[in-house]
């Protein structure tokens, strides 16, 4: 709904005539009045066709809010009422639709609102063009360039507290779909003198009057600033501060845009050192100083500005206050050095500061460039937009004011060009009926200035070049000798020579008529400044300096590059620049918005009829109108337009085979536009109306969205239909799998419930048949037991029948014994003697006892002694007897057995008994020794020389030399001793030296001490009181305690014939000195494997523990 209430038209609710052709009756007072009626209510837009007319309204005006922009947003040109936005509307539709290259001309007088014009298509363009973070960014950059240019280019003049005071041409380049890529600004000639010198009511840069508001302490400080304006020559005071400006905020604008732009913070730095520099540079004075020759030479008044500046720019003083004295001239390999007098020494400052200023403009351009230029090499589609100061006549016109206003010329030159020249031109072109339509065309101002032969510009260079003395006044000679005769021209010369008489005209000056007025300007400087001179030595000093961006800035000092050749005139460069814009306009689409200046006092709401009469004539505005009125709106080449509009009608659409011209007449037929509102041209069809235009647009979007419809139905018919093939197809996969599954499962139910019935059925028929079974077989087994008891009662019956028999029978049978027995005793009783059984008997026995020994005879065993065979007994009778034989057999294969021994074997026998008495079941250690023969003498002390010693020393027979264990009692520890035993004593000898270290007699051992275990630990108790006691009793271990026990015991019988007592216990007490210590065997300790440990627990007990 919001849209459609701002939909209005161009012709809703207007105030005057919105467009200039409505204009009835069309003159310049009903133009002027239709502006001004339009400029009081606050319309200051008006259209004449395509061109914008913008009033300045020296106020803001509440028509550029986001709403605004939102309105003009896509819509037609004509649709809404005239506003800047529905130019830039159009101008980036037609650039990003139609692939055109625009322009946005902007032109009108300082103060015409040029520069806020630019700003505001800037604003729109970036308002409506693609959006992204990369886009913003773009978009900001190219936006904050502005603030930034302006800051170092813009000054106020009289005419304009926002003057532009360079021209500035920006290139916004898109990609295909309409967002911004970058931007190239391309700068013209900066207003540079207005640095040393500014016109009384004007200022210089803002910049200056910026950095010393808006700068912190800080930064004055080191920039060696003060904040008082009066303190700097190059700074006027009269209009130091504008109205309704604040420079301090600006500053923080300008820095802050600088750092959006992408400088970094020394970049900007830097720029505000070059700008204090040329700001301090002013406030170097010099006085003359005579010299010998009688010349007068210049020298620096106070030497600290200089001190500083050269602090500042890290330039060496002495080459800076050098080259303010003296000036060097090389030609041809001389090199020739002059003073400078104080004129000189000025002109110098002053010609270096405006060479740093404009050189450090020059070098932000191309900085902001470098920040802004597309990132891509895609092609791109261009907007440019020219903002150039605009036409101006002060009191005193110079050498910029005629660059400036010749750059005018040459833009209302392509307007006329484009707008009514080159129209008019293409109806006669393109034969259609026409009638001419006067206009005045400047082209003859811009050949007076630029002609290559004769134009004042190449007499200017001429005069600059020219050997000899040269001065403005000289070229103004030539100036009135040369164009004298143009209509144009006029000075005081020409105009004497000419017989007419103007006092107006002072004498150093000449008037040009330019299309907007006459300008009268001051010829002095005109030289000078197209010259643009500065000194080599200030050059090479600039160069020299250790500021970087100054040295940059000064190229052409470097002593390596000196370059003799003059360098191209600022005149002649302007000229060159200006001709490429103007071929770089040509090849692009023209989009116009004049501007027009209600009055010359900067202010609101008063319109000076007067002044805007004459910038409507000199516009040539009127002319337009008509030119305007009486062509054609529109014009395309018939291709493009039957591609464009061919859907609109059916025999055109989709394909036209004809010639497009006949494929044009055909769609305009039936689109029944009436014949007036167009005319066929050789190659182009022209429409005379817009709004016939806007109808076949409208028709064209209407039917495009028809035919978007019909793609889009086509297109949702087909995705519906392949959706519905796809899902149909989908639906018979699904229920396809789903019926097998439903089908599975459904036999797989039946399937499971025929086995349960089966399963029951079987059951109960096998339940059934068991029955049957179970049954037969009760009444079989019931039969069997039946016939079973039946047969066993049989049985039994039969038994006892048989039993009864046999009985019987036997009864008879001992009955007829005893009868017969009877019967034969009583036969043969008186054949028998009394005691022939006796005998009998007897002889019976005799004969069992014969056959016995005979038969053991041949069954005896073998007559080893261990054999523990023997027969078994035949009879119960002979047990006794048998037992009897086997004893007597035994003892006699023993006899046999002894009798073969001889009396040693018998000996060591013996011992071996003994030993089995002594220790039979009493010692665990005993069966392992029965196998061990008792060799007493291991070692052989006789064979071997260590021991001789020892051998000399014993007299006796030894009966035991072996190696023992000596256990330590204070400690469990052993030590090897050599254990010697003689008939009458016992000795314990070192086994390494053979030593004696013990010598015992035996009356002294009283007993031997050992465990019931498997160890051969044994103690030697001594007899109390005896010499040997003395050290108490000994404790040994040795692998031969059964035998060195036994060869003891015997020894000390047969030596004192007295039985030494043997204790052969766990626990028992070993005499230690004065004290008794116990020796416990203790059963298990496996850590030192088979090997027993002793071990000493406390004072009274030595463990030993047996494994
Ligand atoms: N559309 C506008 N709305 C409000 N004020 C405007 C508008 N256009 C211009 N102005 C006012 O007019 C002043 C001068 O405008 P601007 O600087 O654009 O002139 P110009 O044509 O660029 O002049 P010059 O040729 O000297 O640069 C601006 O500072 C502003 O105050
Ligand atoms: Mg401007």
């Given amino acids: 709904m919001a849209k459609m209430e701002v939909k209005t038209s161009l012709l809703d609710n207007m105030i005057g005539v919105g467009d200039m052709v409505l204009l009835e009756p069309l003159n310049e007072e009903t133009f002027i009045n239709n502006l001004k009626k339009r400029f009081d209510h606050n319309e200051i837009y008006t259209y004449i066709g395509s061109v914008v007319i913008s009033v300045n309204p020296y106020r803001s005006l509440p028509i550029y809010s986001p709403e605004k922009v939102e309105d003009y947003r896509n819509r037609n040109f004509y649709e809404l009422s005239p506003h800047i936005f529905a130019l830039s509307d159009e101008a980036y539709r037609s650039l990003r639709d139609q692939d055109k290259d625009q322009c946005i001309l902007i032109t009108g007088e300082s103060g015409a609102g040029k520069t806020e014009a630019s700003k505001l298509v800037m604003s729109y363009v970036a308002a409506v063009c693609g959006k992204g973070a990369e886009v913003n960014q773009v978009k900001e950059q190219l936006l904050q360039s502005n603030p930034v240019l302006e800051a170092f280019g813009n000054a106020k003049t009289v ?233 101006e006549i002060f009191e005193d016109n110079s050498f910029e004011q005629f660059i400036i206003n010749y750059c005018n010329e040459k833009l209302q030159q392509i307007f006329i060009e484009l707008t009514l020249k080159e129209e008019q031109e293409e109806y006669i072109r393109e034969g259609i009926e026409w009638t001419h339509i006067d206009y005045f065309n400047n082209a003859i101002i811009c050949d007076l200035i630029e002609n290559n032969t004769n134009g004042i510009l190449a ?50 000056c000449f008037r040009i008529q330019h299309y907007a007025g006459k300008v009268l300007y001051q010829v002095e400087g005109f030289v000078d400044k197209n010259n643009d001179l500065l000194y080599r030595d200030l050059s090479q000093a600039m160069w020299k300096a250790s500021h970087t961006l100054i040295k940059s800035l000064f190229p052409e000092g470097n002593p390596a590059k000196i370059n003799l050749k003059r360098p191209p005139t600022a005149g002649s460069q302007f000229k060159a620049s200006v001709a490429t814009l103007m071929k770089n306009l040509q090849t692009k689409n023209p989009n116009y918005i004049r501007c027009i ?185 019931a039969a069997t037991t039946i016939a079973a008891y039946w047969h066993g009662t049989q049985a039994r019956r039969e038994l006892k029948r048989l039993k009864e028999e046999a009985r019987r029978k ?94 040693q074997q018998k000996l060591i026998y013996e011992e071996k008994l003994e030993a089995s008495e002594l220790f039979k079941d009493k010692k665990a250690l005993y069966p392992s020794s029965v196998g061990q023969p008792f060799q007493g003498a291991y070692l052989e002390i006789n064979k071997n020389p260590k021991y001789k010693k020892l051998k000399d020393a014993i007299e006796e027979k030894i009966i035991i030399a072996e190696v023992v264990n000596k256990i330590n009692r204070a400690n469990g520890k052993s030590t090897s001793r050599i254990f010697l035993l003689t008939n009458n004593n016992l000795l314990l000898a070192d086994q390494k030296s053979g030593q004696i270290k013990s010598e015992v007699p035996l009356v002294d051992v009283t007993k031997v001490s050992m465990s019931s275990q498997n160890d051969g630990f044994f103690a030697i108790h001594l007899k109390e009181g005896s010499e040997a006691a003395s050290k108490g009793d000994f404790l040994f271990s040795s692998d031969h305690l059964i035998e060195m026990a036994t060869k003891l015991y015997r020894t000390t019988l047969s030596q004192t014939k007295q039985k030494l007592s043997i204790e052969i216990s766990d626990e028992f007490l070993v005499q230690f000195r004065q004290d008794k210590v116990c020796v416990k065997f203790i059963q298990g300790n496996q850590k030192n494997g088979s090997v027993p440990t002793c071990k000493r627990k406390n004072n009274r007990l030595l463990e030993v523990a047996v494994p």
Avoid at 250 to 258: I, S
Avoid at 483 to 492: G, K, L, M, V, Y
Avoid at 747 to 776: D, M, P, T
């Fill in 810 to 903: 036997h009864a008879v049978a001992v009955i007829w014994a005893y009868w017969l027995g009877l019967k034969v005793r009583r036969e043969y009783r008186k054949f028998f003697r009394a005691n022939a059984g006796k005998k009998i008997y007897e002889f019976t026995l005799q004969r069992i006892v014969q056959k016995y020994f005979l038969e053991m005879k041949n069954k005896m065993p073998s007559l080893s002694p261990i054999d523990k065979n023997w027969p078994s007994r035949p009879y119960l009778f002979l047990d006794s007897t048998h037992k009897e034989l086997k004893r007597i057999f035994h003892l006699w294969r023993c006899k046999k057995y002894r009798d073969q021994f001889t009396d």
């Fill in 159 to 391: 005419r304009n507290d926002n003057s532009s005071r360079f021209g500035k041409y920006m290139d916004i380049e898109f990609d295909f779909k309409g967002d911004p890529l970058g931007g190239v600004i391309s700068n013209y000639l900066l207003e540079k003198s207005r640095v040393v010198k500014q016109p009384r009511g004007e200022r210089n840069f803002h910049v200056f009057y910026q950095l010393l508001s808006g700068a912190s302490e800080e930064l004055l400080n080191k920039l060696t600033l003060e904040r008082d304006f009066s303190r700097y020559n190059y700074l006027s005071l009269d209009s130091a501060k504008v109205n309704g400006v604040d420079d301090a905020a600006n500053f923080r604008t300008v820095r802050n845009a600088m750092q959006i732009v992408g400088f970094m913070d020394h970049e900007a730095e830097s720029v505000l050192e070059v700008v204090a520099a040329v700001l301090k540079l002013g406030n170097i004075e010099f006085k003359p100083e005579s010299r010998v020759n009688g010349l007068d030479e210049s020298k620096i008044k106070d030497k600290n500005e200089l001190k500083e500046i050269c602090e500042l720019t890290g330039i060496d003083q002495s080459v800076l206050e050098r080259a303010f004295s003296f000036r060097t001239v090389e030609a041809k390999q001389e090199k020739v050095s002059t003073t400078l007098n104080v004129a000189q020494a000025y002109y110098a400052r002053d010609a270096l500061a405006k060479n740093l200023y404009s050189r450090l403009f020059s070098w932000l351009v191309n900085r902001i460039n470098e920040s802004i230029k597309a990132q891509t090499k895609v092609r791109k589609k261009v907007m440019g937009v020219l903002d150039i100061y605009g036409f």
């Fill in 597 to 781: 200046k209600p009055n010359d006092k900067k202010a609101a709401h008063i319109f000076n009829e007067a002044l805007v009469c004459h910038q409507i004539r000199y516009l040539g505005l009127l002319e337009n109108v008509r030119v305007r009125r009486a062509g054609y709106a529109f014009r395309q080449a018939y291709e493009p337009c039957l591609e464009r509009y061919k859907m609109l009608c059916k025999q055109t659409w989709p394909h036209w085979k004809g010639p497009a011209r006949a494929g044009v007449e055909v769609l305009f037929n039936e689109l029944e536009i009436p014949v007036e509102e167009y005319s066929f041209g050789r190659s182009k069809i022209f429409i005379r109306n817009p709004r016939t235009l806007f109808k076949l647009e409208d028709l064209r979007k209407q039917r495009l969205e028809d035919l978007a419809t019909l793609i889009q139905k086509i297109y949702r018919g087909w995705k519906c239909r392949t959706h519905f093939l796809l899902m149909r197809k989908s639906q018979i996969v699904v229920a396809a799998w789903y019926r097998r599954y439903a089908q599975q499962k459904r036999y797989q139910q039946i399937k499971s419930s025929a086995l349960v019935i089966q399963s029951y059925i079987r059951g109960w028929k096998a339940r059934k048949i068991l029955r049957e079974l179970k049954h037969q077989k009760r009444c079989e087994e």
């Fill in 459 to 508: 007499m200017l260079d001429e005069e600059c070049l020219r050997p000899g003395t040269v001065t403005d006044e000289t070229f103004l000679e030539k100036l009135n000798q040369v164009c004298a005769t143009h209509q144009h021209f006029e000075s005081r010369m020409s105009k004497s020579s000419r017989f007419l008489n103007d006092t107006s005209l002072p004498h150093s």
